[in-house]
């Protein structure tokens, strides 16, 4: 379970550097760990990974040394062993061929090079892959999304074709300009622009914010001075409780959606 793996980890940690793993070096071990068996990392390819834990390459080894002895595995080994079965065993290869004729992949710029690896071995008897994403969404780099292999689909599956989905019906004019503008600074994307269909709305405007604290102070000063009902998004709930602390300290009222 992810308590004894995050156990595991902080022993090895110690007994590699002598010294006492923060929650948080745990974290980052586990997200490297995570990199390295979703990019299918060489040895050469670890050794020469820059990632600020000291000795990872040799906890890294010791963790699977540990996993193998302790006859366990991660969620990252189920994958490792499914490429692995569907690589060396034909007959399980087409079991899944026949069961997994027509695939369908979403959200296909948050998946690994790994999970790549197994979609193209499913897929290559029929050739029925359908996958749905957008290279300028990727955010999970560090969790070792792989959105090359949607910038190379053509070449990784001759004959397929791609189809642009550019009209936006969920935000404004405004919103989408913005958006636009900011995108197109990246260099490996695909050249698209988005559409709006429902109009204009209210002007975006633009603030320096370094960090967290500055992003509160800003919202705060919003709050109080706003004259009409206002709606703070944030993305997961940790992010909500610093604000929400902050307006109560301030006497600010506010009504908190859940969802």
Not at 119 to 137: K, S, T
Not at 212 to 234: M, N
Request: with cysteine; glycine share 4%.
């Amino acid at each position: 379970n992810d308590a004894e793996l995050t156990e595991l980890v902080r022993n090895i940690y110690q007994s590699v550097n002598e010294e006492y793993a923060e929650i948080g070096t745990v974290k980052d071990i586990r997200s490297a760990i995570t990199f390295i068996k979703n990019m299918m990392l060489t040895d050469e390819e670890i050794d020469s990974m820059e990632t600020g834990i000291e000795n990872l390459p040799e906890i890294y080894r010791r963790y699977q040394e540990e996993l193998k002895s302790r006859r366990r595995m991660d969620f990252d080994d189920q994958m490792c062993y499914a490429k692995r079965i569907l690589e060396t065993c034909p007959p399980v290869l087409e079991y899944f061929q026949e069961r997994c004729r027509y695939i369908c992949v979403d959200e296909a710029q948050d998946t690994s090079k790994i999970q790549r690896a197994i979609i193209r071995l499913l897929a290559r008897r029929y050739g029925n892959l359908f996958m749905v994403g957008d290279e300028d969404q990727s955010v999970y780099g560090f969790r070792a999304a792989w959105p090359d292999a949607l910038m190379n689909f053509e070449r990784d599956y001759p004959g397929a074709r791609v189809l642009f989905m550019e009209r936006n019906y969920r935000s404004t004019n405004e919103i989408i300009g913005v958006a636009n503008a900011f995108i197109s600074g990246n260099r490996f994307r695909r050249r698209k622009a988005i559409l709006p269909v429902r109009g204009s709305g209210f002007p975006v405007e633009m603030i320096d914010a370094v960090n967290r604290e500055s992003q509160f102070e800003y919202l705060l000063r919003a709050a109080h001075e706003s004259v009409e009902e206002t709606a703070v998004l944030y993305r997961n709930n940790d992010s909500a409780i610093p604000f929400i602390d902050l307006l109560e300290r301030n006497g600010v009222l506010y009504n908190l959606k859940k969802t």
